[in-house]
């Protein structure tokens, strides 16, 4: 009777099985257990959680694999954890969210098909694996991905979802085609400005950093240490030196590269 339903498929849902065939799903499984402990069903297996009957040795050594990843991305994950415990709550929160979106993102990436679509995703789970190492690495940014977190991210899953339902219809007509090509062309959107929002998470860093070549610059000159002051002491100008010592003068235009050349021989 179990294998008139479970037919030639390679695994099989054992409370499928025991719904067509009007048992219990004990039932089911205790019939399955005692047919594999008498050998009727030798080349069968029930995965861990015992809610599947696997029917081939191939898809059971997939299982296997992914089983083995899965165990791996666990212990990561625990060890990522325990790199925040010292981060502060609202910045654990959004990295814990953004950590979530991204396996949702992955996932959908593996569901559908398409080479242009799984660009857009994967460029979609780059960016955001950056943004939750910036929030890793400058926790006082998190509340500035509040919007993300709360409407962005569900928004584009949602789109995501809707786009998987379309793509496995087997009759495509022109509301799927042209509902399927706005999603695709809302995620070039969404990408652009997910990466302009990162790049935003960096503004701080960017004024550090012009405030500390400022103060350099301002330094440098008070010592003179800049080209101009340097030449002053000796009495001559940038010009003069560099057209003694080399027989070159050299003019910096506003990019900082406008070489003009002058030989000791043309002088002469």
Same mark, same amino acid.
Do not use: C
């Given at each position: ?65 992914i089983k083995a990843q899965s165990e791996i991305l666990r212990q990561q994950a625990e060890k990522e954890n325990a790199a925040d415990a010292d981060l502060p709550e609202t910045a654990r929160a959004i990295i814990r969210e953004g950590r979530e979106y991204i396996k949702t993102i992955h996932e ?8 242009? *679509? /799984?660009?857009? +995703? ?10 939750? !190492?910036?929030? #890793? $690495?400058?926790? =006082? ?7 993300? *977190? /709360?409407?962005? +991210? ?10 998987? !339902?379309?793509? #496995? $219809?087997?009759? =495509? ?96």
């Amino acid at each position: 009777e179990y294998a008139k339903i479970i037919g030639d498929a390679e695994y099989f849902e054992i409370e499928k099985l025991a719904r067509k065939a009007g048992r219990t799903k004990s039932d089911v499984l205790a019939d399955i257990k005692a047919l594999k402990d008498k050998g009727v069903l030798a080349e069968a297996w029930l995965d861990e959680q015992e809610t599947t009957l696997i029917l081939t040795e191939e898809v059971y050594n997939q299982y296997q694999e992914i089983k083995a990843q899965s165990e791996i991305l666990r212990q990561q994950a625990e060890k990522e954890n325990a790199a925040d415990a010292d981060l502060p709550e609202t910045a654990r929160a959004i990295i814990r969210e953004g950590r979530e979106y991204i396996k949702t993102i992955h996932e959908y990436n593996d569901d559908i098909p398409g080479v242009e *679509m /799984s660009e857009k +995703l994967y460029r979609l789970e780059s960016t955001m694996d950056r943004i939750v !190492e910036q929030v #890793r $690495q400058n926790p =006082s940014s998190a509340p500035e991905l509040r919007k993300l *977190m /709360s409407y962005y +991210l569900p928004t584009t899953v949602k789109l995501l979802k809707a786009y998987k !339902e379309l793509d #496995r $219809q087997t009759v =495509s007509g022109e509301n799927i085609t042209n509902t399927k090509q706005e999603i695709e062309d809302a995620l070039d959107t969404i990408n652009d400005a997910f990466e302009k929002l990162l790049d935003s998470l960096f503004q701080n860093m960017a004024w550090d950093v012009s405030s500390d070549i400022s103060v350099m610059q301002t330094m440098f000159a008070q010592d003179g240490l800049t080209p101009q002051e340097m030449s002053a002491q000796s009495g001559q100008t940038v010009a003069e030196t560099e057209n003694q010592v080399y027989g070159t003068t050299l003019t910096w235009g506003d990019g900082g590269g406008a070489v003009q050349a002058q030989t000791m021989e043309e002088e002469e």
